[in-house]
C-alpha cells in the first residue's frame, strides 16, 4: 500500500507511536506486568476500568483467549461505551463527582488488588477520583493515559490533578491532544483516531509480561484458550474453576 494514501499514512502513523511506546515505556510496561504478576501469586484480583472510548482497551483483556482469567472489568452504568442514549450522556458522567467513589463501594475491590485505569486524556472526574479512591481503599493503581493531556488541558477534577498523580505505576500511550493522527487540506477536523490501537496493544504487552513473570516463578499462569479450539472449554472450565473466588464476570 502507498504510503502516499490516507490508508497507508495511517497505518505508519500507528505503527510509529507502537515503537515508541515500545522503546520509551519499556521500563513501565515491565514495572506493571510484574505488579500483575505480583498480586496473583498474592491471591490478589485484577481489574480493569476505562469510561467511552478507553473501556476498549479495558475490555479487551478481559475474558480473552490468551489473556489472564483473572482480569475482571470494572464497570460505571452509563459510562462504559456508546451504548446509552444519547452517547453523550457517557461522556457527561466522567465529569460527575462523586460517582466513582459510589461504585467503588458497591464494587468487589479490596485492598491488595490492582486496577488498571484507561483514561487517554486522564483530566476528567471519574478516573481521576477512581485512582484516588481506590488507593486510598489500598488497592495497586496502574493508569493507562497519555501524559500529553496534562501539560496542554486543564484538569476537571476539583483537585486540579490528573489520572497521572494518582498512580502506583503510569504508562503513556504517546497519544497526542485529541488522538486523531491524520490532516487534510479538504478536511475540516483532524480524523483517524489511534489510541484504541496503541493502548490495547500496551495492555496486551503487560499481560504478556505478566505470564512470563508468573511463568519464570514456577507459577503457571492462569490462561484462557479460546473457546473455539478443540479442548478450548474444558480447559477454561478447569482455570476458572481454580480461580473462581477471584473471577467476577461470571456471576
Known amino acids: 500500500m502507498s504510503d502516499r494514501t490516507l490508508a497507508g499514512q495511517f497505518f505508519d502513523a500507528a505503527i510509529g507511536l507502537l515503537q515508541r511506546v515500545r ?3 519499556a ?3 515491565d514495572a506493571a506486568g510484574t505488579l500483575l504478576a505480583d498480586t496473583v501469586a498474592a491471591g490478589g484480583r485484577l481489574f480493569a476500568f476505562g469510561a467511552g472510548h478507553s473501556s476498549l482497551a479495558a475490555q479487551d483483556v478481559v475474558y480473552r483467549a490468551g489473556g489472564l482469567a483473572l482480569m475482571n472489568l470494572l464497570t460505571v452504568p452509563g459510562a462504559v461505551g456508546v451504548d446509552v442514549v444519547p452517547a453523550t450522556l457517557g461522556s457527561a458522567l466522567e465529569r460527575v463527582d462523586g460517582l466513582a467513589s459510589a461504585v467503588l463501594d458497591s464494587s468487589p475491590l479490596r485492598a491488595g488488588d490492582v486496577l488498571v485505569i484507561v483514561s487517554l486524556s486522564g483530566r476528567n472526574a471519574l478516573p481521576v477520583e477512581m485512582a484516588m479512591s481506590a488507593r486510598a481503599l489500598g488497592v495497586k493503581v496502574i493508569g493507562v493515559t497519555s ?3 496534562a501539560t496542554e488541558t486543564t484538569s476537571r477534577h476539583v483537585s486540579g490533578t490528573y489520572l497521572k498523580d494518582h498512580c502506583d ?3 503513556d500511550s504517546k497519544i497526542a491532544i485529541g488522538d486523531a493522527v491524520l490532516t487534510l487540506d479538504t478536511v475540516p477536523a483532524p480524523f483517524a483516531p489511534a489510541s484504541t490501537v496503541v493502548t490495547s496493544a500496551l495492555l496486551q504487552a503487560v499481560m504478556a509480561t505478566a505470564a ?8 503457571e499462569p492462569p490462561l484462557l484458550r479460546s473457546g473455539n479450539v478443540d479442548g478450548g472449554h474444558e480447559w477454561n472450565g478447569r482455570v476458572m474453576e481454580e480461580y473462581g473466588d477471584r473471577i ?3 456471576h
Do not use: K, M, N, Q
Not at 212 to 219: F, H, M, N, T, W
Open 23 to 25: 522503546d520509551e515505556e
Open 27 to 29: 521500563d513501565s510496561i
Open 147 to 149: 501524559v500529553a493531556y
Open 169 to 171: 505505576i503510569v504508562v
Open 212 to 219: 512470563g513473570s508468573l511463568s519464570g516463578r514456577g507459577i
Open 248 to 250: 467476577f464476570y461470571r
